[in-house]
């Protein structure tokens, strides 16, 4: 079946710093979505990408669809310790065939 | 402007019982979507339905599993004769629409006992 890969599983960094996470795929996807999910929460909505190269930005986040339809980054700049939690990407279609293929996630820890 | 609203949040079963998991989507959404969430795992689409249809149910378990989305009241995930194997966090999502963006609920976890 179709996978999504997130590495790594988790990532530390320091409140202030950028990071950027990246998503890959074996198959094409005519949507990417990126989700932020909270312990004993369901995933919340981040960015919505509709369009290969289109980049969106939602305040300090900014999420890419790549070219080639079998990539996706998300870049989180100035982190603040409310960022933590874990990130998932998620590759979809807007035709008949609509369930959304969910990689592993990346658990995000900012160090005050 | 209520979002996707699930109940039970926790649910507690012994082997051997039954479990049901509502979902009430977002308003003015008519398709809802159900995934399977194992510790440390993404989530895994499980089946997708419309007012009173099943448009896809690829994810479903072939036994003991069903999904129905009555023309009234919430969308319901039913699982028969619950295993240990059943224990995971089931989100409900729902979207305006065939393809559009998935809102998530909060997720019912379900522990087997």
């Known amino acids: 079946g179709q996978q999504l890969n997130q590495s790594p599983q988790s990532m530390f960094i320091q409140e202030g710093e950028d990071v950027s996470m990246n998503c890959t795929s074996s198959s094409i996807f005519n949507t990417w979505l990126w989700y932020k999910q909270e312990p004993g929460e369901g995933p919340v909505l981040l960015i919505a990408?509709?369009?290969?190269?289109e980049l969106t930005s939602n305040g300090r986040l900014t999420a890419q669809f790549g070219i080639t339809r079998k990539d996706s980054f998300l870049n989180i700049s100035a982190s603040i310790p409310s960022d933590v939690g874990i990130y998932f990407c998620a590759g979809g279609y807007t035709g008949a065939n609509s369930k959304l293929t969910f990689g592993k996630g990346i658990t995000l820890s900012v160090r005050p | 402007n209520a979002g996707v609203m699930q109940n039970p949040r926790h649910l507690v079963r012994r082997r051997g019982q039954e479990a049901r998991l509502r979902c009430s989507p977002m308003?003015?959404?008519?398709?809802v979507y159900w995934y399977r969430q194992l510790p440390e795992e993404g989530l895994k689409f499980m089946v997708y339905l419309q007012k009173e249809n099943i448009i896809d149910e690829s994810g479903m378990p072939k036994e003991r599993f069903s999904a129905e989305f009555p023309k009234e009241g919430p969308s319901i995930l039913r699982i028969q004769q619950v295993v240990r194997g059943d224990s995971a966090a089931y989100f409900c999502?729902?979207?305006?629409?065939?393809?559009?963006?998935?809102?998530f609920g909060p997720g019912t976890r379900l522990l087997v006992l």
């Open positions: 308003k003015g959404h008519s398709h």
């Open positions: 999502a729902s979207s305006p629409d065939r393809g559009q963006t998935q809102y």
């Open positions: 990408l509709y369009k290969a190269g």
